[in-house]
């Protein structure tokens, strides 16, 4: 039995495209596959599981050696197992940039496109087959690029991510704007976390100039809801680069509707990135930037010290 | 304008594939693109450029920081010019297995596929827009599918390599075999070669049990021609072996017609190698191995030590 993952902290791309493609390999290539996560889905991808009344898949947290995997939703070894280059790598589909320090065996199917979303990706390398793929499937793939392309307000977003999604949304009946706004609520909805889960829930490890930082992102449609815990988050975020690894933790906090990011402010060395990678200035321990909604896109390119 | 070319050692894979993506780029998708190459081609790239009037690319030697590229065919930053993570890597076509170590600014189109050839993944890529494919750009991708195969021998092959190149020979009017045989002749035509310019003419480096190969490869129709020349050969050995930091070279002589190879054994580690790694008994300098024809599906993944 093959398992499909993503990555880490599973957002609803990471929950949702494993399920679609254990589907695509079970029931369409006749190899017999389930979906994993490695962690926790956040609030959002529960709800999308809930509303497309599909089971949350097992977590697992360790891989047998020489155990048959497909990676998606990522190509980076730091949010994978430890031992994944033990594994036996079958394929991997993503949409980032190559890292580079995954390794296989064997030639492999590896589809790497510059996309906004895994689920879009797959939509084309299932092609024809798409008219036996049940609603529950078709429901996760608009889910997985709404929530990537927050709703195609993202500069990730491509054309073809959106000619899906309507296509999908279409098909299955669905107010687009409706639905994406029940999806947003949820993932704003953070009051059950700690301070430092709402760090650690989406966020990268980036280096520039010598310096590590835990690069985290919330999208949220409250963002007065994460403001208000703006003391208690600074207090946390020591422990939590720590815990990483990392020298601190950034935090920008994109508010969906208004397209705009605020990036907490605690030291220094953060104000001197925000307004060197910006070019902003900073005064108290925040400071908003206008148009920036995607860390792949517009926050780690954008990154100097 | 983006320069697409393959590996370091050019045969007619690694010099037709950049061809035919440069055409696609260019005439296609309206990006300006021109293929190049890396080393000087084999003798059998150089016949099949002849044979479809394909002027021979420039080689370089260097890339200039931030240029844009398309890489072919490999996926190996030791097959690349040594700054290949400075260049702006744009897409990646291959066929061989993830080595890792390439890294990329951005998400990119990567497609890796565990097919014989790399032109036979592009075939696919282009899709319907093959119906515009000039003869030659036809030619190049049947030359390529039949050199990797060799004319479906390898085990690599699959059933997609062989129906593409079964259509591209149907289509061009060409005798498939009269064509391969051909080609087989010009990779066979060794003599102007010194025995140093034989065992780097595609030798892949492998470590194993502590200790790394320069794993060469011929592949001929004449195979006496070469054996004949067997001291010289081992006697060329220990430079080509120090030239690329590897401890010893093992040379593998393919027998295209007889499927077959023979591997020369001028020491005790090569001996011990050979025995352990295909069961056999060495007497004497070399020992057939009936059946072997791919270093990377029968020779890479059976190597101990």
Chains 1, 2 share one sequence.
Request: glycine share 6%; charged share 25%; hydrophobic share 45%.
């Amino acid at each position: 039995m093959i398992k499909v993952f993503g990555h880490y902290s599973p957002d609803t791309d990471s929950t949702g495209s494993p399920l679609i493609w254990a589907w695509y390999l079970s029931e369409i290539e006749g190899t017999p596959a389930k979906a994993v996560l490695l962690g926790e889905p956040n609030t959002e991808a529960k709800f999308v599981l809930d509303q497309w009344q599909v089971a949350q898949p097992e977590i697992i947290r360790e891989l047998a050696e020489g155990e048959p995997v497909v990676i998606v939703d990522t190509n980076n070894p730091d949010e994978l197992p430890a031992n994944i280059n033990k594994a036996d790598i079958r394929a991997i589909i993503d949409h980032h940039k190559l890292v580079g320090g995954l390794e296989t065996k064997g030639p492999i199917n590896i589809t790497i496109r510059p996309l906004a979303c895994t689920a879009t990706i797959m939509f084309n390398l299932i092609g024809k087959h798409m008219a036996q793929a049940p609603k529950a499937i078709k429901g996760l793939m608009l889910s997985c690029i709404l929530s990537d392309t927050l709703e195609f307000r993202s500069p990730t977003t491509t054309d073809e991510d959106r000619a899906v999604a309507h296509a999908l949304a279409d098909e299955l009946g669905i107010d687009l704007s409706e639905y994406a706004a029940q999806m947003f609520a949820a993932k704003s909805d953070v009051s059950d976390f700690s301070e430092a889960e709402l760090l650690k829930m989406d966020a990268k490890k980036y280096a520039v100039g010598g310096k590590t930082f835990r690069i985290s992102v919330l999208e949220t449609t409250s963002p007065d809801q994460i403001l208000a815990r703006k003391d208690a988050l600074v207090a946390a975020m020591p422990g939590v680069a720590a815990e990483d690894g990392a020298d601190e933790v950034m935090l920008f906090v994109i508010d969906i509707l208004k397209e705009e990011a605020t990036l907490l402010v605690p030291s220094d060395t953060i104000r001197q990135v925000a307004e060197k990678s910006f070019g902003v200035t900073v005064e108290g321990d925040e400071v908003v930037l206008p148009g920036v909604m995607s860390r792949k896109k517009q926050i780690i390119p954008a990154l100097t010290l």
